[in-house]
């Protein structure tokens, strides 16, 4: 039960021993290997990270590998040290304090259990080494056993429990010291998909019952979408975007966020916006779209004028339209419920989704569909900066 403030905090990792910063044949930087900054002082891993978690917060750090996001929830553990910037837990300064003294408590992608220890034992070794009484230490662990439903397993050793058992082990061990702050990296990853969606719903449920704030990193979006109050998008060490789950869907704030949130992954497509008496239009394949009042008067207040832009529509809100703009059809998955057709527009790959009861027939691999979509749907963004132009 804490705030958590992290202010403009980076994380510099310098050059490996015996790497200069420069090469000494040409005195350049070493060559860049990843997207990550590379500066005087290292690689910047984490930078102008700014977050200000509430009380009782869910937030989850979301991005692909490589991005900071482990790196930044270590760094909040006192597991990496801090590089600059300032973090504080419940309104202190904690930058130089040591991980045992911070009140928190993390679960690790691998479950870090003691093999030679019972499930009882792994729960309990924390709140011994306090010295807290056996009274006491007993009542916690029982009680933690019974929210997680692993009370039957509290006698077994790890290697005896499935990968989902063992989470659950992890989990408890973590909740019986009723933490400020929960920290949990990337805890379904091991798991099946089957066993991804159970614990997931189980951590939504455990979230109700523990009064705490929860930090939670994935590269799952679709954990970001189900368990945070926020989600914290990153790339390249940087925030792209902070909000809810529906503000990061409704309103990407770039190209990567709309192309990294959402299964399937948005359509991008090149296309004309064009300013005609305070009104918006979208031009692609020869057909004009207006775009809703709402957008409108977003690129009013900024001021955006008529300009190439990259359209994003997401597969979702693409119709198929006998008015529509051409496509070829590449490939028809079935999916059950709905049709995935993947195609091919305006020298584009793009996927649809199309409902079943909606389709009287299956079109085949070559045919010629036709799409289109509504105004309210349509996202546009700067071909320049790849930024939303509505924000």
Known sequence: MATVQLKNIKKV???????????????????????????????????????????????????????????????????????????????????????????????????????????YENMAFSLRLKHLPKEEIDEKVKEAAEILEITEYLQRKPKALSGGQRQRVAIGRAIVRSPKVMLMDEPLSNLDAKLRNEMRAEIIKLRKRIDTTFIYVTHDQTEAMTLGDRIVVMKDGKIQQIGTPQEVFNHPANLFVAGFIGMPVMNFFDAQLSEENGKYFVELGGKKIELSPDKEERLKEKEVKSQPVTLGVRPEHVELKDDGIA???????????????????EGRNMIMIVPTVSMKSFPDMGETVRFGFDGMVAHVFSKETEENLEF
């Open 13 to 119: 990792y310098p050059y490996v021993s015996g790497e200069s910063k420069k090469s000494k044949k040409n005195d350049v930087l070493p060559e860049k290997k990843t997207n990550l900054q590379i500066t005087d002082e290292g690689v910047l891993a984490v930078q102008e990270f700014n977050l200000d978690i509430a009380d009782k917060e869910f937030i989850v750090l979301v991005g692909p590998s490589g991005c900071g996001k482990s790196t930044t929830l270590r760094m909040v553990a006192g597991l990496e040290s801090i590089s600059g910037g300032e973090l504080y837990i419940d309104g202190n300064l904690v930058n130089h304090v040591a991980p045992k003294d911070r009140d928190i408590a993390m679960v690790f992608q691998n479950y870090a259990l003691y093999p030679h220890m019972t499930v």
């Open 327 to 345: 496509a070829t059809v590449d490939v028809s998955e079935m999916m059950g419920s709905s049709v995935h057709l993947h195609l091919t527009a």
